[in-house]
């Protein structure tokens, strides 16, 4: 019954996903339809008539409604289009090789996010107001102050031209190897290890003044015992419930990192995309970004609800 229940709640969930993502399709087309100019009136020493014929060779010549219906049948097939400025892969290819990248370079950073914040919370809580405690505190509270744009480059100086351990910058497929992880995914954790830090210390103090955890005590429970079988599952709920934005700021803090330490992924290629006036690539980046942060959120409501028992699918 209750997997029934679940299945229900995820078609429907999927079913409301289909008006935010239309939603998301037609504001991104207009808006870039809006801004001035063409992705071809940055060329240099190309006359009129050879700019008329590429847009037209891409449909851009058409009545902007027109350009609207066949764009979104476009992506009702799953065909993101071309990019006019790389006219030798589609934009499906384009994503193929560097979502993957993307996916992974997020993954590892929401993991050691994830990971190092609950430690860092769950510690902190226990030394509530010691030395300790103020330390940590104020290690996050840095953490959440100091953007990425600037985090980044100030670990580069620091492990790549100072100490020469790392590479400045690269990906898997360079001669440096997993080294090139450490730098981009430490950049991308920090901001949400911070607020997960914070969060979950806030979260176990709460916890830990409830009825049922003095309960616990009065039997005889060890300390560790009432930390890991009975403050870390109620704990954890506002930090689920983080996930989802969690997983938004790293997906739109990959858009700076993989500038920074040149990764082939989903970011670099927006960014391009925007420079060079792509309308196709920025606009399938940004469908690509909403189906993920959707599906994101989705599973952040999944996790939530097996750890409360009191969520119901509706």
């Not at 060329?43 to 700019?51: D, G, K």
């Not at 730098?183 to 916890?207: C, G, K, M």
Request: glycine share 6%; proline share 5%; hydrophobic share 55%.
């Amino acid at each position: 019954m209750i997997r029934c229940n679940v299945l229900a709640y995820v078609l429907r969930r999927i079913v409301g996903m289909v008006p935010t993502l239309f939603i998301i399709v037609t504001l991104s087309f207009f808006i870039i339809r809006l801004a001035p100019g063409s992705p071809f009136s940055s060329e240099r020493n190309l006359p009129p008539s050879v700019i008329a014929n590429l847009e037209k060779k891409v449909h851009l010549d058409e009545p902007l409604p027109l350009q609207y219906l066949r764009y979104l049948g476009d992506v009702l097939r799953g065909d993101l289009g071309y990019s006019t400025k790389h006219v030798d892969f589609t934009i499906n290819e384009f994503i193929a090789r560097a979502l993957p990248v993307s996916m992974t370079l997020g993954a590892l950073a929401l993991v050691l996010a994830l990971s190092v914040g609950i430690t860092v919370g769950v510690v902190s809580a226990l030394k509530r107001n010691s030395l300790m405690d103020h330390s940590l505190m104020a290690l996050a509270i840095l953490g959440i102050s100091v953007p990425m744009f600037v985090i980044g480059p100030l670990l580069q100086l620091l492990f790549s031209v100072h100490l020469g351990w790392l590479p400045t910058a690269g990906w898997l497929s360079s001669r440096a190897g997993g080294l090139t992880l450490i730098l981009p995914v430490l950049t991308l954790a920090v901001t949400d290890f911070a607020y997960i830090a914070r969060l979950t210390r806030t979260s176990v103090l709460e916890v830990l003044r409830s009825d049922y955890i003095r309960t616990a005590r009065a039997k005889g429970l060890s300390q560790r015992a009432i930390i890991w079988k009975h403050t870390l599952r109620g704990a954890m709920l506002p930090v689920v419930s983080f996930l989802g934005p969690a997983f938004a700021n790293i997906v739109t803090g990959s858009v700076v990192v993989e500038s920074i330490f040149d990764i082939p992924g989903m970011g670099r290629f927006f960014v391009n995309s925007a420079l060079n006036r792509d309308y196709f690539m920025i606009m399938a980046t940004v469908i690509v970004y909403a189906v993920i942060l959707v599906i994101a959120n989705l599973i952040a409501d999944l996790v939530y609800a097996a750890l409360d028992p009191r969520v119901v699918y509706e």
